[in-house]
């Protein structure tokens, strides 16, 4: 079996091994691939793997005996799943592997917007601390999230686990899910619909799936609904947030901050206004990228390969 291993860099970028794959066929890692030379690198291939490399129907079509697409993330939806079925290529994803990297993550930068920590450490290296005249100092406002509210929309494994982690903190949890099974065992949890939590929480994170029905879910329309003390926070994706809404929002002081660490084109157009918005911290879509988190991605993706190759195939999309 050929495998072709598309962009094969973000998810290891040296600090990993690839020969439990190699040992599954003769294989080809390209560490980054131009969307002009799919085809070209894919040609004969069997299996393919690809992070965030699209799949679309003429490329898939244009692959002739390939069986296999193992996308080494949890999202999919740069693989036209319809298409695959037709043309009979089995397109796996990995579940589970980010949960906690993810959650941690995300309280990391509700603890930033919080904080600041960042901001004020770049003070002190500055020689803001040094230049005081009091013994201490703060460029922004410190928020204590004991006692506020924290809504977490799409309450799947990473939006369960953010929820735990800011209850051990303190904070009362709203969640809105499409199923409402298994609600947690803690106190101060509440199931609400959108508009609810976003009215009433202090702070908003989204967890749910990019879908045409949550496409631009946070627009003008209900941010308007949010306290202008709020932060909003997204690790999910970033479609999910009309861009502009939001930084005019921000703008405006009708919204305290935002933390993203994804956006809608990645990487992002250097005019995207959220760039420049106030109050807006961005980070580079990491929060699934610690090495821990990368190793199980690894391990969990080559372990479907090899189901796949076995005839059992596990954690298929396009069923």
């Not at 072709?4 to 040296?14: A, E, F, R, S, W």
């Not at 990995?94 to 603890?111: E, R, W």
Request: net charge negative.
């Amino acid at each position: 079996m050929k495998i072709v291993v598309v962009d094969g860099y973000t998810l290891n970028p040296g600090d990993l091994s690839w020969e439990e794959l190699q040992k599954l066929g003769s294989t080809e890692i390209y560490d980054r691939t131009p969307q002009e030379l799919i085809v070209e690198r894919a040609s004969g291939a069997q299996a393919v793997l690809t992070n965030k490399l699209p799949f679309r129907q003429e490329t898939l079509r244009a692959l002739v005996g390939l069986r296999y697409i193992g996308v080494t993330a949890t999202g999919y939806d740069i693989i036209d799943v319809s298409t695959a079925r037709e043309l009979g290529i089995t397109v796996t994803n990995v579940p589970t592997y980010g949960t906690d990297s993810v959650a941690q993550h995300t309280i990391a930068l509700l603890l930033e917007l919080c904080q600041r920590a960042g901001m004020h450490n770049d003070a002190v290296h500055a020689g803001e601390w040094s230049q005081s005249k009091d013994w201490c100092f703060w460029k922004s406002p410190l928020i204590e999230l004991a006692g506020k509210t924290l809504g977490v929309i799409g309450f799947g494994r990473i939006g369960r686990r953010v929820a735990e982690i800011a209850h051990a903190l303190g904070m009362h949890i709203l969640a809105h899910n499409a199923s409402h099974k298994e609600p947690p065992v803690y106190e101060e949890f509440v199931w609400a619909t959108t508009e609810e939590i976003l009215m009433a929480a202090d702070t908003v994170s989204l967890h749910c799936p990019l879908t045409p029905e949550t496409r631009g879910l946070i627009n003008a329309e209900r941010l308007r609904l949010m306290k202008p003390s709020a932060f909003l926070i997204n690790t999910a994706r970033g479609a999910l947030i009309v861009e502009r809404d939001l930084a005019n929002a921000l703008n405006q002081g009708k919204l305290a901050g935002a933390a993203l660490d994804v956006l809608s084109g990645e990487p992002p157009s250097p005019d995207n206004p959220l760039l420049k918005a106030k109050n807006c911290i961005i980070t580079p879509h990491l929060a699934w990228a610690t090495r821990e988190a990368r190793a199980r991605l690894m391990r969990a993706a080559i372990d479907n390969l090899a189901a796949f190759l076995k005839g059992e195939p596990q954690n298929v999309v396009n069923p």
